[in-house]
């Protein structure tokens, strides 16, 4: 069951307008590294995972990484929802507005177009927990690296919260793992 709360998981307040910041920021929400793929490898991981409690695990993790695509979207729409075209231009936000206006859109910083490429799920539970482990390493570096050229107060304090929660997420998964390898470890001797 899927409860939705009309309230962001962390309060996002972006106090400036900033489009080329927005088009940095923009790939943790279409990125390879970023959110959504984060939440559809999980929740597409969990089916095959071989106990209830790694299941519930991914199934966890999958859907707060949803609430992150959503602040993240949040962050992107603020820094540029009162900006006007003339401050767009000459931007790297341009390309995006150009296609999507202000609409934000899933694609990386560089403006390519979400894909399911960006996720895999190997049918290999071990495989699949420590490509998430270091799925959970790479958006946090990606978060270091926006928190480093953002100058907004409340997007270093949103984008430090997230970068926060990947690590909590990469210790989840090493848990999950040492479940699984217990798991798959006891049926060895049947």
């Avoid at 790939?27 to 999980?42: H, K, N, P, V, W």
């Avoid at 603020?78 to 401050?87: A, C, F, G, V």
């Avoid at 270091?134 to 978060?143: H, I």
Wanted: aromatic share 12%; proline share 5%.
């Amino acid at each position: 069951m899927w409860i939705y709360e009309k309230k962001l998981e962390y309060p996002v307040k972006v106090t400036t307008c900033n489009p080329t910041l927005a088009a940095m920021i923009i790939e943790q929400f279409g990125g390879a590294d970023g959110e959504l793929a984060a939440s559809l490898r999980y929740l597409t991981q969990r089916w095959a995972m071989p106990t209830n409690q790694a299941k519930a695990i991914l199934t966890d993790i999958g859907t707060e990484e949803l609430a992150h695509w959503e602040m993240i979207g949040t962050i992107v729409y603020q820094l540029t929802k009162d900006i006007p075209e003339s401050k767009i231009i000459g931007t790297p936000f341009e390309a995006h507005y150009v296609n999507h206006g202000l609409d934000v859109y899933p694609h990386n910083a560089a403006g390519v177009p979400f894909t399911a490429t960006y996720f895999n799920a190997k049918g290999d539970p071990i495989a699949n927990l420590h490509e998430n482990m270091a799925a959970e390493q790479k958006a946090r570096a990606t978060y270091e690296h926006l928190i480093n050229i953002s100058d907004d107060p409340g997007v270093i304090d949103a984008l430090r919260f997230l970068r926060q929660r990947e690590v909590v997420h990469f210790q989840r998964f090493g848990e999950a793992l040492r479940i699984v390898q217990e798991y798959q470890d006891s049926k060895k001797f049947f």
